[in-house]
């Protein structure tokens, strides 16, 4: 069965740092893009970042650039998203999902986590 499990989230202060981590299980990774949404209560899930099966190509949103990078281990089936500079802005449920090709939209996405959360204390 599939499975998606992400760790890493926690309390942090402002301009701290946190590195997500998603395990997986089930499914093809090694051929799967990879994304890490965000949603905070009674709101829509944000797109965070991506990354094509190979590692090649890289996506962000504007919000996080140049203090987010997404990485992945093929070998491990893992994917990972180092958090720097946080603000409470941050602060929400982080998801780590799975699609057949790279995208922007939740929408692509086949395969879900259970999401970890994310606390930036000011």
């Known amino acids: 069965q599939v499975q998606l499990v992400e760790s890493g989230g926690g309390l942090v202060q402002a301009g701290g740092s946190l590195r997500l981590s998603c395990a997986t299980s089930g499914f093809s990774f090694s051929s799967s893009a990879m994304g890490w949404f965000r949603q905070a209560p009674g709101k829509e899930r944000d797109f965070v970042a991506a990354i094509t099966w190979s590692g090649t190509n890289k996506h962000y949103a504007d919000s996080v650039k140049g203090r987010f990078t997404i990485s992945r281990d093929n070998a491990k089936h893992t994917v990972a998203l180092e958090m720097n500079t946080l603000t409470p802005e941050d602060t929400t449920v982080y998801y780590c999902?799975?699609?057949?090709?790279?995208?922007?939209?939740?929408?692509?996405?086949?395969?879900w986590g259970q999401g970890t959360q994310v606390t930036v204390a000011s």
């Open positions: 999902a799975a699609a057949k090709f790279i995208s922007y939209a939740s929408g692509a996405y086949d395969y």
